[in-house]
């Protein structure tokens, strides 16, 4: 079965820094996808970035990259440059195979992000 | 833009209520999902519905039920809401799941409380 893990439950980051959040995930499957969502105290999530896996290139959206490691298992986002505004709630997420059809996503436990001034 | 529209931000009710939580979205999604998020567990499947009429149950759909008789909306039902479904309750739609790259859009989410 799929699973993905976060394991940093709460991190602080200096403001203007940049800030790594882990993200592992278990697959058997070689078709696959994995999301990242930022969840602001408002509650509303917001899609950040997306890595397909026979994507060659490592995904970027601005400030967010994504370091993707197939052989690990690992798609850990990266934020440079911190903001008081990334301070948030982020959720790695995986897409069930494409042979299901469904667009089902599962996603990990979460990590509290804080940006000090 | 696209949008997901949750009926309410926060909902106060009291157990043993019948409970609907109703999500409308405007982007002609076929897929439209109901989570639950919890401290510490993340977010969890319920329910999702891949078209009108039709759904399928997800990782925890005891004690809830939807509803989908039209495309753009898609019905949360606590048939008889209990303390343990206190939540926030978040509703989602995407593609059909074809569209593999395309991320699943959410609406604010709800905040149930059931006393």
């Known amino acids: 079965a799929q699973k993905i893990t976060q394991t940093q439950p709460g991190m602080f980051v200096q403001e203007k820094e940049a800030v790594t959040l882990d993200c592992t995930y278990d697959t058997s499957d070689q078709s696959y996808g994995l999301f990242w969502y930022k969840q602001p105290s408002s509650g509303e999530m917001i899609f950040l970035i997306y890595?397909?896996?026979?994507?060659?290139q490592n995904a970027t959206e601005g400030r967010y990259s994504l370091n993707f490691q197939k052989a690990r298992k690992s798609a850990n986002l990266v934020i440079s440059a911190s903001q008081l505004g990334d301070s948030a709630m982020y959720f790695c997420a995986m897409r069930e195979p494409i042979s299901s059809n469904t667009g089902k996503l599962i996603f990990g436990q979460g990590t509290t992000l804080q940006v000090k001034p | 833009d696209v949008k997901v529209t949750q009926s309410s931000r926060y909902l106060v009710k009291r157990t043993g209520e019948k409970v609907f939580l109703e999500c409308v979205q405007d982007m002609d999604h076929e897929n439209m999902f109901w989570y639950r998020q919890d401290p510490g567990l993340g977010l969890r499947l319920i329910y999702f519905s891949y078209d009108v009429k039709m759904k399928e149950k997800g990782d925890i759909p005891e004690g809830y039920s939807v509803s989908r008789e039209k495309k753009e909306r898609f019905s949360l039902i606590l048939e008889s809401a209990s303390t343990n479904q206190t939540s926030m309750y978040l509703c989602?739609?995407?593609?059909?799941?074809?569209?593999?790259?395309?991320?699943?859009?959410f609406g604010d989410g709800t905040r149930l409380s059931i006393l």
């Open positions: 989602a739609s995407s593609p059909p799941g074809g569209f593999f790259n395309q991320p699943q859009h």
């Open positions: 890595q397909g896996s026979y994507d060659e």
